[in-house]
């Protein structure tokens, strides 16, 4: 791929690659861990309906779990009241965490035989002991999985106050919940918990629903993402900043807090900064809290920000923001100059929002200017042929896996691919664009079965990033969010043609695209789908294009340098000819085709507050300074 990419190579110490989403057979994310905490009190003998007991169900559902989650997965099993008929400190490890034995946590779990009371409080605090700490400054995803048929009745220690207690301890830990046949005190109280401890609370009224929630909440942390950096600490002022180079880096941000860095910089050179924050999937947000990236200069040059909101209530998704120093061709602006700047990233959370350290993924990247003599190619700021109307792929779709993250993002060609998603998940993919090309996709969310009593709207939407992982938005061109109920949605974005120049134009639609490279897309579906879909997994169909000869380079009349791109299959493009349509895991698919045919749909509701598609308006992105 032609043209000038910004640096993001990890620095020493930096995590290895990692494969893509963890499924069965593959390696578990690094450092993430899973223990189910079992209510194996005197009510779970009780009959479920179905002429079982809730113990025998919830067997049966925790079987399903454990052949689903990725090969050596470290997983444990704790219950409580199993061993007493009376006693709030009946709490017991009977499988310690440690790497997946399938049989072995089967065979664990069917010993178990429900008897006494419910010391809930006790058990996560001991619960959460049992998870392994993090390693050498890894990150990952510790989860605490808790699976109840009622209300601590023990009192001390509140289990609310103990999930919150937990869920500030550091990041990484997510406390989840499954309320299985609980009403009134006994799901409130279960809600609480999840929100209190970065998780989310999941209903099963019968023994379908306990499954499928399983399911769900566990895989949720097995697909985690794969961080790859640097460990750095920010400073709480500008004057104690790390000095940072060109590459990847890993921190953490609380609620209300500012992170400053330093980098040096010459007076000629483009430099892109980016920073993720990668809450718990679900996590309490609200609507407008924010990630904001600033770039500063001198004690009071102010030269660009960045501001991303959540733009929903639903639960919190990874955010990304990000600021560049561009030089202006006469090169007399204070921030132009060759010196030391200041990157500062701030965190705003409103009352009730999650609580907990969110990770920090940071990239510095640096593009040296044009050689001397060299005339680029003019901006390219209109969407042009790559708009809302382009012709994009047909035919059957082949099986694709979207990564983690960023760093593992499932590489896409020209094509039409299908995928299966979670609620609360953010699946990621990258598509190849060079000079002079375009992206244009769709994304598409399946008509799926719906549980009985479904009234609940979800949401399902995209995000398109450059190479420098800047935020790209629709620009008025296109909207990235669709309403999700489970009948069909679907959704159009893309960008404008990549092209050097296009960092001097003031549009924030057009500034980032600006360098060939690995373009990535994002697809998130919303917390609340888990009260929609019968299946555990919904499908999700993406229609890729790259509109657009690829040109040698960025200079003006640059050759161009062959076939569009998917002319022509190879392992990750392909045509209608060569697509596979094999089955569907699980994921339903029906009536996908007919959303594809009605364009970008999207359904407004009055009342319900959905993600925009970062709308460029409301990001209060500036350049320069006075």
């Known amino acids: 791929m032609a043209g000038a990419l910004p640096v993001a190579a990890a620095g020493p110490g930096a995590h290895g690659d990692h494969g893509a989403a963890a499924a069965p057979g593959t390696a578990a994310p690094d450092d993430s861990s899973l223990v189910m905490v079992l209510d194996s009190s005197g009510s779970m003998a009780d009959d479920d309906g179905t002429g079982r007991t809730r113990m025998e169900t ?36 009977v499988r310690p965490v440690q790497p997946l034995d399938r049989a072995a946590v089967k065979q664990a779990v069917a010993a178990v035989r429900p008897r006494g009371d419910t010391p809930i409080g006790l058990s996560l605090r001991k619960a959460a002991k049992d998870l392994p700490g993090p390693a050498d400054g890894a990150m990952g995803t510790r989860t605490i999985l808790l699976i109840s048929d009622g209300e601590d009745n023990c009192g001390t220690p509140q289990p609310c106050e103990v999930a919150e207690q937990l869920g500030k301890e550091g990041a990484g830990l997510r406390i989840d919940t499954v309320g299985f046949q609980v009403k009134g005190g006994a799901r409130e109280q279960l809600e609480c918990i999840a929100a209190a401890g970065n998780g989310r609370y999941y209903d099963a009224p019968d023994a379908k629903a306990l499954a499928r929630q399983l399911q769900r909440a566990s895989q949720l942390s097995a697909d985690g993402y794969r961080f790859r950096g640097k460990r750095v600490e920010g400073a709480a002022t500008g004057d104690r900043a790390p000095l940072l180079a060109p590459g990847q880096y890993l921190d953490t941000i609380g609620p209300g807090e500012k992170r400053y860095y330093a980098v040096d910089l010459d007076a000629v050179s483009t430099a892109d900064f980016s920073a993720t924050a990668v809450p718990q999937p679900g996590a309490a947000v609200d609507t407008f809290d924010a990630l904001r990236t600033s770039l500063e200069y001198g004690t009071d040059s102010f030269c660009a920000t960045n501001t991303e909101r959540f733009y929903q209530k639903e639960g919190a998704t990874p955010l990304t923001s990000a600021v560049a120093r561009i030089p202006a061709p006469e090169g007399t ?37 044009l050689k001397k003599g060299v005339t680029p190619a003019a901006s390219e700021p209109e969407y042009g042929v790559g708009g809302r109307s382009a012709a994009l792929p047909s035919g059957d779709p082949r099986d694709a896996r979207g990564g983690t993250g960023f760093n593992d993002a499932e590489e896409l060609g020209r094509g039409v691919w299908r995928d299966r998603i979670l609620p609360s998940q953010t699946l990621w993919y990258k598509v190849p664009v060079g000079w002079g090309q375009q992206v244009c996709y769709d994304v598409e969310f399946a008509n799926e079965p719906t549980v009985e009593q479904a009234s609940s709207y979800s949401y399902g939407a995209t995000q398109l990033f450059t190479p420098g992982r800047f935020p790209v938005g629709g620009g008025g061109e296109f909207t990235s969010t669709a309403v999700y109920s489970g009948r069909p949605a679907a959704i159009r974005m893309g960008s404008v043609p990549v092209s050097w120049t296009n960092r001097y134009e003031f549009r924030p639609t057009v500034q980032p695209v600006h360098t060939g490279g690995e373009f990535y897309i994002s697809v998130t579906l919303g917390a609340r789908a888990a009260e929609i879909a019968e299946n555990p997994q919904i499908g999700v169909v993406l229609r890729v294009s790259v509109l657009g000869d690829e040109r040698a380079g960025p200079e003006y009349g640059a050759p161009a340098l062959g076939k569009k791109t998917g002319d022509g299959a190879d392992k990750r493009s392909n045509s209608p000819s060569a697509a596979d ?26 009342g319900l507050v959905f993600v925009r598609s970062r709308r460029r308006a409301a990001t209060q992105t500036t350049r320069g300074s006075a």
């Not at 940071?362 to 593009?367: F, I, N």
């Not at 698919?589 to 359904?603: L, M, N, P, Q, R």
């Open 58 to 93: 919830a067997r049966r559902a925790v079987g399903t779990v454990v052949d689903g989650l990725p090969d050596h997965y470290p997983t444990g099993l704790r219950v409580y009241g199993a061993d007493h008929s009376r006693g709030c400190t009946d709490t017991r490890l």
């Open 333 to 369: 602006r204070v921030c132009d100059r060759a010196g030391r700047y200041r990157l500062v990233v701030e965190r705003e959370s409103k009352k009730g929002s999650d609580a907990a350290r969110w990770p920090l993924e940071l990239v510095h990247g640096v593009e040296a200017p």
């Open 581 to 606: 349509s094999d089955g569907t895991g699980g994921a339903g698919w029906t009536g996908i085709a007919a959303a594809a045919g009605a364009g970008a749909v999207v359904v407004v509701i009055a």
